[in-house]
């Protein structure tokens, strides 16, 4: 069983920034991937960015050029830096990891005020 913790999330104005950590109970080196989800009121949960194991990046399209995904595996934490921050970027952000099943953190609360 994996445990994620997500933290760093916040109120923030519009251009600015966060960065969020989500630290895991495993080795994250031995998941297939980890990734960033979010999740806005009455919206389907989508994909932010992803890394895979072997270190292969990914983003949504709408925050190519300002959110960086990257990990930390001493500390096996993965983090997204976030900013430009917009505020359709409001939304519940979760951690995910993705090794035999996929793996949930609790999420995390960004507000971006305009």
């Known amino acids: 069983q994996v445990q994620l913790v997500e933290s760093g999330g916040g109120l923030v104005q519009a251009g600015g920034s966060l960065r969020l950590s989500c630290a895991a109970s495993?080795?994250?080196?031995?998941?297939?991937?980890m990734g960033w989800y979010r999740q806005a009121p009455g919206k389907q949960r989508e994909l932010v960015a992803s890394?895979?194991?072997?270190?292969?990046?990914d983003y949504v399209d709408s925050v190519k050029g300002r959110f960086t995904i990257s990990r930390d595996s001493a500390k096996n934490t993965v983090y997204l830096q976030m900013n430009g921050l917009k505020p359709e970027d409001t939304a519940v952000y979760y951690c995910n990891a993705r090794i035999s099943a996929n793996y949930w953190g609790q999420g995390t609360q960004v507000t971006v005020s305009s």
């Open positions: 890394i895979t194991r072997g270190g292969n990046i």
């Open positions: 495993g080795s994250i080196l031995s998941f297939y991937a």
